[in-house]
């Protein structure tokens, strides 16, 4: 099936840093998301793009949708100790609601 | 308001218990999903619903019964589970009509459930 691979798989943030994620897939896909989940709770969406080449922000942060449709990227701008969390790209492919996941980066504050 | 309910936030049950979960929204929304979610894992999709109708069902095992009363409710009823179904349950809506944000899954805070 199709899989999505999430990277890095986990993070140590620095108050004030610029950090970014990206997703990769052999498939292409017509949708893509980015969901922030913390601990005990479900994931929040963040951002949805659904254009080739598409850039889309919400406050600090910044997601693109790849040009070849194969890829993501989200970038957390000024980071916050509050952007603690995993975060989850979830892609869409041509038909149907059904969302293929990436493994999830952990975003962690360095010590 | 993107806001979906889930009840009960927490739940114990033994093996030979049946218990159901439960999941509301009141955004309009005619797709719901359940998901499974193993701890440091992503989502796992178990069931859809789209206009009240089963329209995918991941090779789910039939202890776990899916239940949609109307567009608003989704159920999940759970019946000689085993320990290894222990796992944070999550309930998703989305539009489901033929507009852009209708891919858009919005997903409630979970059931943290514990098969002894």
């Known amino acids: 099936g199709q899989q999505l691979n999430q990277s890095p798989q986990s993070m140590f943030i620095q108050e004030g840093e610029d950090v970014s994620m990206n997703c990769t897939s052999s498939s292409i896909f017509n949708t893509w998301l980015w969901y922030k989940q913390d601990p005990g709770e479900g994931p929040v969406l963040l951002i949805a793009?659904?254009?080739?080449?598409e850039l889309t922000s919400n406050g600090r942060l910044t997601a693109q949708f790849g040009i070849t449709r194969k890829d993501s990227f989200l970038n957390i701008s000024a980071s916050i100790p509050s952007d603690v969390g995993i975060y989850f790209c979830?892609?869409?492919?041509?038909?149907?609601?059904?969302?293929?996941f990436g493994g999830g980066t952990r975003v962690l504050v360095k010590p | 308001d993107t806001e979906v309910t889930q009840t009960p936030k927490h739940l114990v049950m033994g093996m030979t218990n049946k218990k159901s979960l439960k999941c509301e929204q009141h955004?309009?929304?005619?797709?719901m999903y359940w998901y499974k979610q193993k701890a440091k894992k992503p989502p796992e999709l178990m069931f859809v619903?789209?206009?009240?109708?089963?329209?995918i069902n991941e090779s789910v095992p039939s202890r776990f019964s899916p239940e949609c009363p109307n567009s608003s409710l989704l159920n999940l009823h759970l019946h000689a589970l085993q320990p290894e179904d222990s796992a944070l349950y999550l309930c998703?809506?989305?539009?489901?009509?033929?507009?852009?944000?209708?891919?858009?899954?919005?997903f409630g805070p979970g059931t943290r459930l514990t098969v002894t």
């Open positions: 793009l659904y254009k080739a080449g």
């Open positions: 955004m309009g929304h005619r797709a």
């Open positions: 998703a809506s989305s539009q489901d009509r033929l507009v852009k944000s209708s891919y858009e899954q919005y």
């Open positions: 979830a892609g869409r492919m041509a038909a149907g609601n059904k969302l293929t």
């Open positions: 619903y789209s206009y009240e109708k089963l329209s």
